[in-house]
């Protein structure tokens, strides 16, 4: 079996914006979508795992009510931020 080191907070901001996208307003390229997850990453801590097991424990940890509404408020500033100044133009 390979260890691998996988930080999970990526991966439940991406399920987060897949969610939300369609509340956001502004453009919705690709560029525009990976800024939104990159600010919201800068702006949560880390959570990595090296077992299946340790991924399952910090997705469950994800789903308390207190970090999805954080979460949620955190990727609707996202989106505003990235919406007032877009790394792209038009």
Do not use: W
């Amino acid at each position: 079996m390979q260890i691998v080191l996988k930080n999970v907070t990526e991966d439940i901001v991406i399920k987060k914006y897949e969610q939300m996208k369609n509340t956001f307003i502004g453009c919705k390229c690709e560029r525009c979508k990976l800024d939104i997850i990159a600010y919201a990453l800068n702006h949560l801590p880390p959570k990595y795992v090296i077992t299946s097991e340790g991924e399952l424990i910090a997705h469950l940890e994800a789903e308390q009510t207190q970090f999805d509404t954080d979460l949620t408020t955190l990727m609707i500033k996202a989106s505003i931020v990235v919406n007032e100044h877009p790394h792209h133009n038009g």
